[in-house]
């Protein structure tokens, strides 16, 4: 038998159904951080290359493109610092959270400890991003945790959290942790700049704060004029670089017409002083073959300066392994003088000695561009740093092989590593059949802050240029 409905005079009352709570729609914004956090955790995604393609769906104004840059690029790069910070204010370990609840958690405190938006506002939008991607039980955790973050700002938090100064009781090691703490940077990457920056710690306090300043964009003047080019973009002359242009106002530099039809480009004003610097007039050789060698020229920024830059008779070779960075290099300096091929430097197609001049820049850690990429940091690990050393070694030595008898070689990183510059260069030297050159002498005199050569080591708290480092070794 059916069961009985209500029938003609029934006094039931129909099922009462539980009122539903008024479904949660995030801020675009937000919701965009919280995408990039997710992409980033869940495939590995660099979130310089994903961020433009989460935005350019989301179709946001530019306010609200800039502020789901500024949570996004900013969440990631403090992510070590605002995890000590949660794990205060937590009954457990970060780690022990959901990966969702931690990403919103960490957006959260992001934009408490790091914004102007007012922490009880920061807190209910962020309470409510967790009502919607994660559901309201996580949701309420959320709200806890981070009104107890709002409780201290920053300063306070890094003073609570932070072991003591060496010069306060501490040790070095303590030293080390609290600089990574508070610049947000692994305490390995921390070491490696002391390393190379010297026992002033003022100096690599102020080297850890670069890395988390958004890099003013730069361009380089190809085929114009460098003033012609800043009259036309609005920039400014780079102050080193006598072809870069930079443009503080931002924008988007791919819009300029300049770019597109490949008379300027966007290049770091240090990148453009490492093809300067291999194009010195002064590195004059007698007898020149005519060829110069770009050895790792993916994506072809420095090759089709060079082409810019060499005498008329010159010829370029521009290599790289990767079929797709090489199809790059040749976008870049299609029409000029450049002759593309993908080849692996370390088992080359080019015979022995036919280059003049050669640039090497090598593949590497990339810690010194860590402004520009703001979860480099933490996906980095020491043994990629020990991989890459054999990499660089073997194609330095390459290189030195590439390059004719009084040929110049440009060792080049973007990296201040020592274990991938200097202690690269020493290996090489102590193979023989090349010696150094003082680099410093193949650069603007009015470059400052290079030290005693004949390396030379660029820095973003100096420069304001990535930091490049730079050897010029002369092969016998
Ligand atoms: C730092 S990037 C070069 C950037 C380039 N010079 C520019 O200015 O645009 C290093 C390049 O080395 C390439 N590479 C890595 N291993 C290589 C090898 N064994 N032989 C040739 N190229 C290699 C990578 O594919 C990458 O494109």
Redesign the pocket.
Known sequence: MPPAGPGRGSHRRPPQRRPTPPRRTPDPPRRIAFDLLAAIRERGAYANLTLPGLLDHEGLDERDAALATELGYGTVRWQGTLDAILARCLDRSPAELDPPVLDVLRLGAYQILHTRIPAYAAVAATVNLAGSVVGEGPARLVNAVLRKVSQRDLDSWISELAPPAADDGGSDDSDIARLALRHAHPEWIVRALADSLGPDRAELDDALAANNERPIVHLVARRMGRDELAEQVRGEPGPWSSHAVRIPHGGSPHSFAEIRDRRAGVQDEG?QLMALALADPSLHMDEPTGWWL?????????AALLSALAPEDVRILA????PH?SQLVARATSGERVHVVT????APPWRDGFADRVLV????SGLGALRRRPDARWRRTPQDVTELVE?QRG?LSRALGAARPGGVVAYVT?SPHRAETVEIVHWALARGGASTLDARSSLPTQLPALGVGPYVQLWPHRHGTDAMFLALLRVH
């Open positions: 990148s770009d050895m790792c020229a993916g994506p072809g920024g420095k290599a790289d392994r990767a960075r080849a692996d430097g370390l820049d090598a593949p590497c990499l194609l973007c």
